[in-house]
């Protein structure tokens, strides 16, 4: 994750200086902790994102405030501004239907044949290769 992280927070930053628009830049901490926010706000549907931040206790749990982390206008500023290729050379790439998420899709795929020692083959796991520890073998 964190070659495509790398990846959206320079599109970020470079979308931004672009526009020429008073939009903060966006730093590896501040990407993380709105990424964590971003997935944290599915796991508790409220109907509207506002009240995430309004409320210091959550589950049960007190002392919970998301406005220590980052303010909701950040929040949202970050969710506004997120890009994932550069917008300047949409002419350029056109005849691309992917254009938008490709340099995603490249770094995915290159971190997929770093990982995979065996490029081109099939590899499967089951059950008959796991050694299996029953109340007999202790």
């Known amino acids: 994750i964190g070659d495509v992280a790398t990846h959206i927070i320079k599109m970020y930053n ?14 590896k901490s501040k990407f993380d902790a709105w990424l964590g926010i971003h997935l944290f706000l599915h796991t508790w549907r409220y109907p509207v994102r506002e009240k995430y931040w309004e409320h210091e206790q959550f589950a049960g749990l007190n002392g919970f ?14 969710r506004r501004n997120l890009r994932f290729e550069d917008y300047d050379l949409e002419d350029d790439l056109k005849h691309d239907k ?9 770094i995915v795929k290159a ?24 109340m007999k073998m202790i």
């Open 65 to 78: 405030d998301l406005n220590k982390i980052m303010s909701y206008q950040e929040w949202l500023e970050v």
């Open 98 to 106: 992917a254009w938008k998420v490709r340099s995603l899709i490249d």
């Open 14 to 27: 470079l979308a931004a200086y672009s526009r020429g628009e008073d939009v903060k830049e966006l730093t």
């Open 111 to 134: 971190t997929l044949k770093r990982v995979n020692p065996a490029p081109g083959q099939f590899l499967s796991l089951d059950e008959a290769m796991v050694r299996q520890v029953t």
